[in-house]
């Protein structure tokens, strides 16, 4: 355990000089087989995309006994926007990690500590209870968890393989657990799958049907997804700024294999736009092979709800095409809750809480979290499918 009085224990914001320290704590706290040159190019690479300070390598730190490091924590840096501010620099904080002979001791207090006084404006998506309480030390304020709302697409298939006790999405009286039994039986599981199909399809004629538009399949311009953000703006009160530099960074580039765009138009304007995530090879041990699409982004003006249900049954079908099983979305904003029940989602347990600290002087946040505009991809939190 470490003694905070030990002069070789110290908190550092990495630099090229601790290039070794954090390849040799990657490979050892995640697997990867990581060196220092690696390393040295990747920063070199994000200091290039840094949406923030363009040019400096966004921030990470280190707690270092001697020249090895035992605690970690990442950052992502990103513009948010405020209705009626400026755009304001932040930082996602992401990858706190303390190696596990130094848990349940100070590390992971300290790095936190260290990150709080050097980014300013920090967000986090956090998972796990005892983190949420040492953020919240650090003086995070606790918004809540990020909705979480599912479609089934080929419910035959998850209705055979879903096991609620896997999944994790809380506790079910007795006759649930019975039912889901008898019906993952593969002939009731079919017809089962059938009526689900059935229902959800009517109900989405009746009460989901959206605007008339064109569906592309090519990640749009940047101008053209500059001006779709900027048509968001006068409604949404707090959000990442989603404009075509961050869209084309966040999933562009070596990224692209993992997600496929979905750009809808109206008369050769961009009206709508979101990113779906292909389901992961292997996926959630959890999810017994279902395979899940995540809509990673969302993006259509809120005062216009005909084009949130026509960006939806987009998403559904590029889902469908790529096979999955079925599709999750995740928004916090209070226009979007609405429509996902018009397209047939099923609202789920959320854990993935928001959390955020705002310096004196920085900007001036809702309270409540439906006023964000934040989706799965935002800190990355779409990786986990």
């Excluded at 995640?30 to 390598?57: F, K, S």
């Excluded at 090895?68 to 948010?80: N, S």
């Excluded at 500059?226 to 703006?233: E, G, N, P």
């Amino acid at each position: 355990m470490v003694d905070v009085k030990d002069t070789a224990a110290r908190v550092v914001q990495v630099g090229d000089e601790h290039a070794p320290a954090l390849a040799e704590f990657y490979t050892a706290a995640w697997g990867q087989a990581v060196t220092a040159d690696g390393v040295r190019r990747t920063r070199a690479t994000t200091a290039a995309a840094n949406l923030v300070t363009p040019g400096e390598t966004p921030p990470t730190f280190l707690f270092l006994l001697g020249d090895r490091a035992v605690g970690h924590l990442g950052t992502i840096p990103v513009k948010f926007a405020t209705r009626g501010g400026a755009d304001a620099g932040a930082h996602w904080l992401k990858g706190l990690w303390v190696l596990p002979e130094q848990q349940n001791g100070p590390v992971g207090f300290l790095v936190l500590r260290e990150a709080t006084r050097q980014v300013g404006l920090a967000m986090a998506l956090v998972v796990e209870l005892a983190a949420r309480r040492l953020f919240r030390a650090h003086g995070f304020s606790d918004l809540g968890p990020l909705p979480n709302d599912l479609k089934l697409l080929r419910p035959e298939r998850v209705l055979r393989r879903i096991d609620l006790g896997a999944v994790g999405l809380g506790r079910f009286p007795s006759w649930l657990w019975a039912s889901a039994r008898v019906v993952q039986w593969p002939p009731l599981a079919f017809l089962g799958g059938i009526k689900i199909r059935f229902a959800t399809g009517l109900w989405t004629f009746l009460r989901g049907r959206g605007a008339r538009v064109e569906l592309g399949d090519a990640f749009p311009a940047r101008a053209e997804l500059d001006r779709l953000f900027d048509r968001m703006r006068p409604a949404i009160e707090a959000t990442v700024v989603r404009d075509g530099a961050y869209l084309a960074h966040r999933y562009g580039g070596r990224r692209e294999r993992e997600y496929l765009p979905v750009p809808l138009w109206v008369r050769g304007e961009l009206t709508a736009f979101a990113i779906v995530r292909r389901p992961s090879g292997a996926g959630d041990p959890r999810l017994r092979g279902i395979r899940v699409a995540v809509v990673s982004e969302l993006l259509y003006p809120p005062a216009e709800p005909k084009l949130g249900l026509a960006i939806l049954a987009a998403t559904e079908r590029r889902a469908s095409e790529i096979g999955a099983d079925a599709i999750l979305v995740s928004a916090s904003h209070h226009a979007v809750r609405p429509l996902l029940r018009r397209r047939g989602f099923l609202p789920l347990p959320g854990n993935v809480h928001f959390m955020v600290r705002v310096p004196a002087g920085g900007p001036a946040l809702p309270t409540q979290f439906d006023r964000f505009w934040l989706t799965r991809g935002d800190s990355e939190a779409d990786e986990a499918f």
